[in-house]
Every structure is written in structure tokens, then in C-alpha cells.
């Protein structure tokens, strides 16, 4: 599923056009989406009263259980306007729907109705609606001056739904994305249904970015390779194996684990610019780890120096333990605010707190049995020398021999 999100994410970024009374995206070729924001909606914005219509249009394969366009930068509180095919033979069912968090949209939000044009011909589904209340939409007002209007796509690959019933229970999605719309380049006109014809197609200077579907599941495979298997791989080895040349494995396996974490980096960065989200918890806190972990490799060259030098545990070897631990832990938790935050499943969320948990219960593990080897030995060693320094004492007041 993810691969294929990849894939139309990079299509999409390529095919926004204007077509003739119409701003058009299309995430492959056939599958687009199209607005039109009429003259008399434009001045209602201008004076703040009047008409808030807007039309748009759905056009997509019937190898499609359901397709869908949101009114959002997030599932949650978006309008949704779902299309699926009607019980009925050549005709379609409009879902006007608003988006929650974690669960199915619910039936209600927009006041949408399908207008002429409307249906199945052929491989193709099309739906034109006419919204009377998207231009005022609580929460995401449509700012007619946008150059960068946010956008939901969405579809369900299967049989045609073939269901009348607007609240009909939708399986959930197999692709989903964002995009979006200029709408300053949005054309107007007073028609009402401005897709009675649209087959003028010309350039249009928007273009959708399609981040959703590429950047958001590479960022999320590279962070969790990183902390999930990489980082803890480097600390199992340094704790659990014993052989030549360990140290210098141990600080590849990490600085190759760095190198992932900052290229995750860049890619959450562009998430987080793309999609205004950067003053969220989750790239706050990630922002926050990865720097951070740019000291790990230096505190570690350090304690190497020093324990060699020594040979024994300095305060560089408590810093460079406590510091990747806390950074490591950090990491681990601020995956599952990633995934809540890019709206992912819950049996995804679900994975990902088992895996990441075993991880961290079994690192924790390897640190108590260390820490209770280190104490038996340090045990011994002090049994070692106080009964070396008994015989001392002994020695010491036991005198010469007597004689008889």
C-alpha cells in the first residue's frame, strides 16, 4: 500500500491543469479532481455575505470501490465528498462526509449535491458536485486568495461499491495523499455546472506537491530503521559481544545510524514545511533528538580516549551511555507521535508500540545484565583484595617463631 502511495505521489506532483472553466489535478491519469469557484461566490468573499457555492468534480476508474476528496490539510474535521457507484446502473453515489481522527468519516459536514453529467460510462466514474457551504467551512475557511489551498485524496481499489445509501460503510483506504489547489487560478464564470464541457485543456501554473504519499512513509521507514534497528543493533553488539576490533564496529554501526537519522531529518523538515506542521510535537521533539545526537559521536571518542588511557569507567563514560540512552528513548516514543500525527492506522500504531517496546524491554535487559555482571565482578575483586590484604595484616603481627 505504501509503495503504491510512493508511486502516485510522484505522478501527482506533475499534472495540475486549467481546463476550460476548471483547475484540474490529477494523481494519475485517470484519477483527477477539478474546482471551479463561480463570479458570484468571489464577490460574496469580497463583502463578506452571499452565495459560498463551489463545484468540483471526481473522475476515476471503475476499478475503484470508492473515491474521495477532502476539504483539508488533515483527515480530522476535513469535508469529505466520497463516490462510489450506484445500486442503479450508470449511476453514482455522492458521500458529502466529515473526517475524524482514527475512524470512518461520518455522514454529514458539506452541503453537496451531484449535479447533470454525473455517472458511470464505460471504465470511467464521474461526479460533479455542487458544495453551497465549502467556501464558509468552519475551521478551514477556503481563502479564495490562496495560492496554496490543502487538499485530501483518497481511494479504495475493488468491485464497484454499488450502493445507494449515503452512509454505507466504507472499507478503509488503499492510497491516500494531499495536494494543492492555486486558487487565485481557479477560473469563475456564472455557469451552474461549469463541467458540461471541459474538454479545453491548457498549462496552469499550480502544481501539487503529492508529499503525503512519498516523503511521509520514506520519512517514517528511515526513522524506524534508525531507532528501531540501528541504534539499538550498535548497543547490543558493544554489550553482548566481545571480540577484536569491537569498539570501531560498534561506532560504525552508530555513525551509519546518525547519517539514516539526519537524512530523516531533511525529509521530516520538508514534511513539516509542506504541510505547516513543524510547530508540533512530533518535529519539535525529532528536530530536537537528531541535533542533539551529533554530540553522541564526539562524548564516545572521548570515553574511548580516556578509558584507554585509564582503564576504567571516567564521567565521559556516563555521559555518552546516559546521553544515547535518553536520546535513543526519546526516539522510540516520538515514532508513535509520527505515526498518530500523519493519521496511521491504529494495527499500525499497534506494530510499531510492540516492536519498538520488545526493543527497548530487551535493551533494557542487556543494560541490567551488565550492570549486574559489572557488580559480581567488581564483588570479586574487592573479595580479592581485602583477602590479600588480610594476609598482609596477618603477616604483619604474627612475630618472629618462638623456641623451645
Same mark, same amino acid.
Given at each position: ?85 450506484? =445500486? ?78 449515503? =452512509? ?6 488503499? =492510497? ?17 455546472? %461549469?463541467? =458540461? ?20 512513509? *520514506? ?58 506542521? *513543524? ?120 612475630? %618472629?617463631?618462638?623456641?623451645?
Amino acid at each position: 500500500m505504501r509503495f503504491q502511495s510512493v508511486a502516485l505521489g510522484a505522478i501527482s506532483c506533475l499534472v495540475t491543469t486549467s481546463v476550460a472553466d476548471s483547475l484540474r489535478h490529477c494523481i494519475t491519469d485517470d484519477l483527477c479532481y477539478s474546482i471551479n469557484i463561480p463570479d458570484s461566490t468571489r464577490t460574496a468573499d469580497a463583502s463578506a455575505n452571499g452565495s459560498s457555492d463551489i463545484y468540483l468534480r471526481l473522475e476515476g476508474p471503475t476499478t475503484k470501490e470508492w473515491i474521495a476528496l477532502g476539504q483539508g490539510r488533515e483527515m480530522q474535521d476535513a469535508w469529505m465528498f466520497i463516490v462510489y457507484a450506484d =445500486a442503479q446502473e450508470g449511476n453514482v453515489t455522492l458521500s458529502p462526509r466529515h473526517g475524524i481522527r482514527y475512524k470512518e468519516p461520518e455522514v454529514g459536514g458539506p452541503e453537496a449535491i451531484l449535479l447533470d453529467g454525473s455517472g458511470m460510462v464505460g471504465d470511467n466514474i464521474t461526479a460533479n458536485i455542487r458544495c453551497s457551504n465549502c467556501a464558509k467551512k468552519p475551521k478551514w475557511d477556503l481563502d479564495l486568495n490562496s495560492t496554496r489551498s490543502d487538499w485530501l485524496w483518497a481511494f479504495k481499489n475493488g468491485e464497484p461499491l454499488k450502493s445507494a445509501d449515503e =452512509a454505507v460503510t466504507l472499507q478503509k483506504h488503499d =492510497a491516500k495523499g494531499t495536494f494543492s489547489f492555486d486558487l487565485t487560478q481557479v477560473p469563475g464564470g456564472t455557469s451552474l455546472n %461549469p463541467f =458540461a464541457a471541459d474538454d479545453k485543456v491548457v498549462a496552469s501554473k499550480d502544481g501539487g506537491d503529492g508529499y503525503d504519499s512519498a516523503a511521509i512513509p *520514506l520519512h517514517g521507514t528511515i526513522m524506524s530503521l534508525v531507532f528501531v534497528v540501528s541504534f539499538p543493533l550498535g548497543v547490543f553488539l558493544i554489550r553482548l559481544c566481545s571480540f577484536r576490533g569491537l569498539v570501531w564496529v560498534h561506532a560504525g554501526v552508530q555513525l551509519l545510524a546518525l547519517l539514516g537519522a539526519l537524512i530523516g531529518l531533511a525529509l521530516g523538515i520538508y514534511i513539516g514545511n509542506k504541510s505547516s506542521k *513543524l510547530s508540533r510535537s512530533h518535529p519539535i521533539i525529532g528536530i530536537s533528538v537528531v541535533v542533539l545526537l551529533l554530540a553522541q559521536p564526539v562524548l564516545g571518542y572521548i570515553h574511548h580516549l580516556h578509558f584507554k588511557r585509564y582503564q576504567r569507567l571516567t564521567i565521559y563514560t556516563t555521559a555518552h551511555i546516559w546521553y544515547g540512552r535518553t536520546l535513543l528513548t526519546l526516539g522510540l516514543i516520538n515514532g508513535f507521535l509520527g505515526l498518530r500525527l500523519s493519521h496511521q492506522g491504529k494495527g499500525t500504531q499497534a506494530a510499531y508500540v510492540v516492536i519498538a517496546g520488545l526493543v527497548w524491554i530487551a535493551w533494557m535487559l542487556v543494560v541490567l545484565r551488565k550492570a549486574r555482571r559489572d557488580q559480581v565482578a567488581k564483588r570479586r575483586t574487592n573479595d580479592i583484595r581485602m583477602a590479600a590484604l588480610q594476609e598482609e595484616t596477618d603477616g604483619q603481627f604474627q612475630g %618472629p617463631p618462638r623456641r623451645f
